[in-house]
């Protein structure tokens, strides 16, 4: 097989993200184009430099749903080489992993994702066999994508496996890396773990599986646990973990790309605290800067909008409105935004505005109130908010009524 870098890097304590929002984020109801995969796929890699290979399997999409999906996933595999590891998903069928592998043949760094259930329920509903008929099944499955073309890594994701017996999956895993598996990808499927829960489940499948095995985390968000729940899974030792541009995924989401990876790389000293190690996190750490401009994108492309409360690119980051932060903006910040996101800070017109937001404000449109002016300024805007029922004064309001104040200042000192 290919050299595996990501195998490589999860055993040697490296952060490996697995990017879900091009083939997750399809079941949150979104669809990305082939181009704009593409572009994502290599940007995301740059944030990472030389690296991205390393960093990033970017999951570009189901194979098996139709013809153009097949297409979106070989032009990913094709155009991104180099720039992250490409993976195409299938379900746990001999001819979709067929399928799979040729979508991503080729290109360097290439793999599968298999997905096959590891509770007894999803067994059920899945494949009409017992948990542990399916998960034997996979090794075969293992052993015929390789037949296929041994450069493609193979990685198994255990579904709901947070309903699964976790004896059979450490079982199970063992047996499955020592036939040519890559990584397992243990699937809270339907985002129903705690994180003291989640921390058992990998803990224990870990001490189960031995060494030579490579845990993955997919943990949806459907109680907004999934980022708690991923961290967890980071303190017992994981280090591939599954994310999504703005929690894009099935239901409820998965961890948000850029939630994890601000947490991860902004404060070197506290990432090493979370993860219980000196050593690095990262081969080469992530460009936080690119985030706002990836996460706007994605909204674009997607269209669904970034809000005012979304965590670290959400159109609140970085605002003031009231007067304490104003003094000290960072006495109310978790981190530096400019520093970190290139994120300036931005002064907002609201009616909690005090005196001085009302000057900067009307500083940065390009006039200057004195004391008196800013408060009739202040009732102006406060008044305006309630009438319209708006928290926020448009600049252009506000600049229209400076305008007009400004007039009938000059005409009063013409009198």
């Known amino acids: 097989m ?19 929002s091009a083939r997750d984020g399809a079941q949150a109801k979104t669809l990305m184009s082939a181009d704009f995969r593409v572009r994502l796929a290599v940007e995301q890699g740059r944030m990472f430099g030389a690296d991205g290979p390393r960093h990033v399997v970017f999951a570009a999409g189901f194979p098996a749903v139709c013809g153009e999906e097949y297409e979106a996933v070989r032009r990913v595999a094709a155009e991104a080489e180099g720039a992250v590891s490409v993976a195409a998903v299938c379900r746990g ?24 259930p590891a509770s007894e329920a999803m067994a059920r509903v899945m494949t009409r066999q017992s948990a542990r008929t399916a998960l034997e099944s996979a090794t075969e499955l293992v052993k015929q994508a390789r037949d296929v073309d041994a450069s493609v890594a193979v990685d198994l994701c255990f579904a709901d496996a947070a309903r699964a017996d976790h004896a059979l999956m450490a079982a199970q895993a063992g047996e499955l890396t020592a036939a040519g598996a890559s990584t397992v990808v243990l ?13 058992e489940m990998f803990t224990a499948v870990a001490a189960g599986a031995g060494p030579d095995v490579v845990l993955a ?28 541009w703005l929690g894009l995924a099935e239901r409820s989401g998965l961890p948000a790309t850029e ?19 000196d050593a690095p996190a990262w081969w080469t750490a992530p460009d936080l800067t690119a985030l706002p401009r990836l996460a706007r994108a994605v909204a674009e492309h997607t269209g669904h909008p970034l809000t005012v409360t979304m965590p670290v690119v959400g159109t609140g980051v970085g605002t003031i409105s009231t007067g304490t932060p104003f003094v ?8 530096d935004h400019e520093r970190v996101l290139g994120t300036a800070p931005h002064v907002v017109l609201t009616h909690l505005a005090n005196a001085r937001v009302v000057q900067a404000v009307a500083t940065r449109l390009g006039h200057r109130l004195d004391e008196e002016r800013a408060r009739t ?11 319209t029922g708006r928290a926020v004064v448009e600049d252009e309001a506000f600049a229209a009524y400076l305008d007009g104040l400004q007039s009938d200042g000059s005409r009063e000192a013409a009198k």
């Open 217 to 244: 985390t997919h943990l949806h968000n459907d109680l907004g646990l999934g980022l708690a729940n991923t961290v967890e899974a980071l303190r017992t030792g994981v280090r591939v973990v599954s994310a999504s």
């Open 93 to 116: 069928r001999a001819a979709d992993v067929r399928q799979a592998v040729a979508s991503v043949r080729g290109s360097a760094h290439a793999r599968v994702m298999v997905v096959v």
């Open 2 to 20: 290919e050299h595996d870098l990501i195998r490589e890097s999860a055993r040697a304590g490296r952060v490996v993200l697995w990017e879900e």
């Open 328 to 335: 000290d903006p960072r006495l109310f910040q978790p981190y």
């Open 377 to 387: 300024a202040m009732a102006w805007a406060k008044a305006r908010v309630y009438r």
């Open 259 to 277: 939630q994890l990876l601000l947490l991860l790389a902004h404060d070197p000293a506290r990432a090493a605290t979370l993860l219980g190690t």
């Open 187 to 199: 699937a809270d499927t339907v985002g129903r773990q705690l994180p003291t829960e989640a921390s």
